[in-house]
Every structure is written in structure tokens, then in C-alpha cells.
């Protein structure tokens, strides 16, 4: 079967629909799967299940029997093959020992040729023919018991049990003497419906065994670039409850390679996997320790850091347009160029509220004037800056808005003396309100794709804030194997 279906037996593992769950220690992103998404995810896996078996051909069955007044017949039925399967009802439940799969009342058609030959005193010459039939399974039961286990932060696909059982075939013969369908219908139906329920139980574990396959070769690792990575290793065994399934990724940022210190987790906290109401497929939360982990890593990789040498009114970074606002700039480097450094100057504060994300960066301006090729850098201006952002998702997309909640400035140090600080905080406040503000809002307006994780996209997602975690409740749909093969192809 497709990886798509991993993705899903994937975004099976997280928490209970009933109620609260405990939250698996130490996973930062966690996942629940609802009784909605299990139903979806069942009727995709036994669509896929019967993409599978169709066409299947089944062995030959072989055998002789006494015909009165013809003889011995020998009997070849071959090329068994499933034409089309319908499925009455199905259903997914968890049981105590995994989730339980039951497909219960579907037909089959099958197509088969047949072949006899047959000999006796009588008729000395032999006797033979071959044609075709047809032959109708009916009440046809096939039911699998899954477990899911975590292997060193991978998950295995545990086939715990697994049956097909036929209830009832019904066999039409395209030509062929009478007693050959006599026959058929004794001797044969029992090996036709053996053949039918071995083959069936055989590609059921084939089945789970490429989806095991495909669990074993997901990352425990995603690369972002060339120095951090999410880690995405399983955390604990999934958690099967009543009607859902839940399960935690460790989902921190880290350096490649590095294991990361770990952040002070809140254990017993309780994780709720109610969407507000709304009835879901899956509920995917995800710690601020995410965030912070985010912005800690990049802070500590010195990525948070900004030269400005270039302005469109360029003769702004000149001491001699600031001879005026500050003369000791202007007399101590007459006429030099200056540039900006402008870099973050501690971890920014990343924090999930019951209402949106609050941030707060704070930013060390330094002006560094350009004399005789060297870099000199004359004052630094410490700024704060808090901001919250509400994320919301459209369609595929995922947009937001930032509004700045607090911006406050202060000299930290100067070798040419006292700036006008009030002049400096306005300037700087207008500069973030009227250019960064806004352009980031334009940007963030337009929102970003979310990505379609093996070939499944969000519907109708909503995002719950609920202090220290941000959840996303939505359904999800299946775009079809063309998105699969395409997301393989950018892989490679
Ligand atoms: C075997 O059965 C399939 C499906 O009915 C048919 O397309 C194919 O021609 C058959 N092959 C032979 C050798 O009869
Ligand atoms: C099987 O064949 C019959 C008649 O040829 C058809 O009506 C039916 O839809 C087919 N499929 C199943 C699953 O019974
Ligand atoms: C399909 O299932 C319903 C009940 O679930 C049953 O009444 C009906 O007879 C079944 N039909 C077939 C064709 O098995
Ligand atoms: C679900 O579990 C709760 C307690 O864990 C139990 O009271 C309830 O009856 C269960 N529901 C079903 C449908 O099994
Ligand atoms: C990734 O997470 C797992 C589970 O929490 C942990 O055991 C492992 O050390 C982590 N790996 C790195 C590189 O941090
Ligand atoms: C920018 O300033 C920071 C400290 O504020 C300093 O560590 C860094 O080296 C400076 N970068 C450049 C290119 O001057």
C-alpha cells in the first residue's frame, strides 16, 4: 500500500475523544485521531485494501473425482481471478489489545477457466473440454487486529490477528456438460473459497508489512538546513483509548546531530483532544517548548543578526546627515559612511496564550561609523519589542496577523555622548508602524501553503489556543496518489 496510508496510521496516534488524556511525556507535538478520522481512515484503507486484491490471481486448484458413467474426471480450474468487490458495512473499533478492523457482507466476483479431461472403460478415446466461469462470493467477513508499538522513536505496524472467512458461493457456468457444474459445486466450492479467503489473508499481510515497511522509513528526523532539524522521533507508544487514538512526537528543533537539553516539561498536565465541539478527524497540539526550542536554536546559531550598508535614501547612513541631531557624531568622524548591526540580542520569548501567540525580541542597534576601512562601532541602542500574532487557516493555507503590543528603547552605551533618545524612540516606532509592521502583515496576509503530508491536506481546520498549547481540529482529505508520486518525485 501507498505511504499516504502510513501518514494516516501516522496521524492515528494521539489522545481520547471522550475526555482528557494524559499527554505522552516529553513530546512537544501530539496528535489525536477522532472516531471521524478513524471511520475515514478505515474506508481509505479498504479502498485501498480492495485497489490491492483486485486482479489478484489466485493458484490453481486441481483435483479428480468419479463422475458416474463418464469416469474419472480431472479437474484444472485456473486463472482465478477477483473481478470486483463490494463492501455491505465495515467498522473500526479499539479493542484491548489494538484497533480492530471489520469489513462484514461483501460480494466478490471472480472469473476462472476450467479444464477437464476424463477417461474410462466407456469411453476409451478421452474425453475433454475447457470454458469459462463465473462465481458469485457472497457474506464474504474479513476482520484484522493492529497494534502500533514505538521502537527507538519509530513505530512498528503489528498484524496481532487476521481472517477472511466466506459465507457463500454461487458458480455460473459459461458452457460445459451438467455434470461438470455438479461437480464444481460439490467438490470444488471449497477449494474455490479456500483459495479465495488464503489469497485475501495473504495480501492482508503483505499489506500491513509495507505499511510497517513505510512506518520504519519515515525520518526521525527533519532537516530544515544545514545546522537545525525537527526532531520528529516517536515518544512513547501510541495510545489507544475507546474511540481514538493518540500519539507524541518529540517535535523540538535541534541542532543536526546534537541531542538538545531538555526543556522543564510540565508532566501530569492534562491535554484535552475536544475541538471546541466541532466534531474532527484529527487534533494535532503543539507545545510553545517547540517555539522556544525554535528560537533558542537559531539565537545560539548567531542567524538572528542584520547588516544595513544600504538605504533607498542612502545618505542617511552618512555622519554628515546627523551633524545637526548629534554634532559630537559629525565631529568626531567627519563625512564617514555608517552602517547598522542589528542583531537579536537574547532568545526572543515565544509564548502561547489562551488567545493567540505572544512574542517579545529584544534588539541591539549598534551604528558602526566606516573610517579608513575600519568598522567602529559608536553607540547601541537596546530596543523591546512585543508582539502578538493570531494564526488562522484558510482553505490550504495558513495566514496571520502580528500587532505590536509594546516597543519600548533605551541607550545602551555611546562614545559620542548623549542621544536624543526621544527623537530616536518615535523615529524607530514610525519605521516599524509604517514599513515593517504592515509588509510583514502583507506577507503573512497572503499566508503560507500548509504542507500536504503524504498526499493529505487540512479541511475546514480551526486553530484553539489553550496556554502552553496551540491545536489544530480539522478534517482531512485525501488528494489521491497523483499528489503522492509528485511529493515522491521532490523528495528525490
Ligand atoms: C485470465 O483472466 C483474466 C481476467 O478475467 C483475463 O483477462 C485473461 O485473459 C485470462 N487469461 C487467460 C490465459 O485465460
Ligand atoms: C458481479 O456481477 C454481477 C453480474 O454480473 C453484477 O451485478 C455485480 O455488480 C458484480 N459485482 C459484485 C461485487 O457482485
Ligand atoms: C448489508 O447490511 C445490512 C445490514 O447492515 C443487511 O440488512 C443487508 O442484507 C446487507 N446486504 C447484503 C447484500 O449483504
Ligand atoms: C469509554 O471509556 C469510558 C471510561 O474510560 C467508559 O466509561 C465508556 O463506557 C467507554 N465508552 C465506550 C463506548 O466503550
Ligand atoms: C529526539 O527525540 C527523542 C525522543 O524524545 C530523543 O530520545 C532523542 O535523543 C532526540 N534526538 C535528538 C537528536 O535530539
Ligand atoms: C554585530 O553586533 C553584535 C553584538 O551586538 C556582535 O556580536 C557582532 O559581531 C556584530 N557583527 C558585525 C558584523 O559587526
Not at 62 to 71: I, N, Q
Not at 331 to 348: A, E, F, G, H, T
Request: proline share 4%.
Amino acid at each position: 500500500m501507498e505511504p499516504s496510508i502510513v501518514f494516516f496510521l501516522c496521524s492515528l496516534f494521539l489522545v481520547t475523544t471522550s475526555g482528557y488524556v494524559q499527554p505522552l511525556e516529553e513530546g512537544f507535538i501530539t496528535g489525536v485521531i477522532s472516531e471521524k478520522g478513524l471511520e475515514f481512515a478505515k474506508d481509505l484503507l479498504i479502498e485501498k485494501g480492495i485497489d490491492s486484491i483486485l486482479q489478484l490471481q489466485l493458484p490453481e486448484v486441481e483435483g479428480s473425482a468419479k463422475v458416474p458413467l463418464v469416469g474419472t474426471a480431472q479437474v484444472v480450474l485456473s486463472n482465478i481471478t477477483i473481478k470486483d468487490i463490494e463492501v455491505n458495512s465495515s467498522s473500526v473499533k479499539i479493542g484491548e489489545d489494538g484497533i480492530v478492523l471489520v469489513v462484514s457482507g461483501a460480494t466478490a466476483n471472480l472469473s476462472l477457466n476450467w479444464e477437464y479431461s476424463c477417461s474410462s472403460w466407456l469411453i476409451p478415446i478421452g474425453l475433454s473440454d475447457s470454458g469459462t466461469a463465473s462465481v458469485k462470493v457472497k457474506g464474504m467477513q474479513v476482520g484484522l487486529t493492529i497494534d502500533l508499538r514505538n521502537q527507538e522513536g519509530t513505530l512498528n505496524l503489528i498484524l496481532l490477528e487476521s481472517g477472511c472467512y466466506v459465507g457463500d458461493l454461487s458458480i455460473k457456468l459459461d458452457g460445459g456438460a451438467s455434470w461438470l457444474y455438479q461437480l464444481l459445486v460439490d467438490a470444488f466450492e471449497g477449494g474455490i473459497a479456500s483459495a479465495v479467503e488464503e489469497g485475501i489473508s495473504d495480501k492482508i499481510r503483505e499489506g500491513i508489512v509495507d505499511l510497517d515497511n513505510l512506518l520504519q522509513s519515515l525520518p526521525k528526523q527533519i532537516s530544515l538546513d544545514r545546522t537545525s532539524a525537527l526532531n520528529v522521533s516517536f515518544v512513547g507508544n501510541p495510545v489507544l483509548s475507546n474511540s481514538s487514538i493518540a500519539f507524541a512526537i518529540n517535535g523540538l528543533f535541534t541542532k543536526k546531530n546534537e541531542p538538545l537539553v531538555s526543556h522543564g516539561y510540565h508532566k501530569g498536565l492534562k491535554l484535552s483532544s475536544a475541538c471546541g465541539g466541532l466534531p474532527k478527524m484529527i487534533k494535532v497540539s503543539i507545545h510553545e517548548n517547540v517555539f522556544k526550542s525554535a528560537s533558542l536554536l537559531y539565537y545560539n546559531a548567531g542567524k538572528m543578526q542584520m547588516i544595513i550598508d544600504e538605504l533607498p535614501d542612502q545618505a542617511i547612513l552618512n555622519t554628515a546627515e546627523w551633524r545637526f541631531i548629534v554634532p559630537q557624531l559629525y565631529k568626531q568622524y567627519p563625512n564617514d559612511d555608517m552602517k547598522l548591526n542589528i542583531s537579536i540580542s537574547s532568545p526572543p520569548i515565544i509564548e502561547v496564550t489562551y488567545k493567540d501567540i505572544d512574542t517579545t525580541i529584544f534588539v541591539d542597534i549598534t551604528v558602526d561609523v566606516l573610517e579608513d576601512g575600519e568598522v567602529i562601532p559608536v553607540a547601541c541602542i537596546s530596543v523591546e519589542i512585543s508582539a502578538s500574532f493570531a494564526a488562522e487557516i484558510v482553505g490550504n493555507k495558513i495566514s496571520g496577523r502580528l500587532r505590536m503590543q509594546k516597543f519600548s528603547t533605551y541607550l545602551k552605551w555611546s562614545k559620542i555622548g548623549k542621544l536624543h533618545m526621544h527623537l530616536i524612540q518615535s523615529l524607530l516606532s514610525s519605521a516599524l508602524k509604517i514599513v515593517v509592521i504592515p509588509y510583514l502583515n502583507f506577507r503573512l496576509k497572503r499566508g503560507f501553503a500548509l504542507p500536504n503530508i503524504g498526499g493529505f491536506e487540512f479541511q475546514n481546520a480551526n486553530i484553539l489556543y489553550n496556554h502552553p498549547w496551540i491545536a489544530v481540529c480539522s478534517d482531512v482529505s485525501f488528494l489521491g496518489d497523483y499528489y503522492l508520486s509528485q511529493q515522491q518525485l521532490a523528495y528525490v
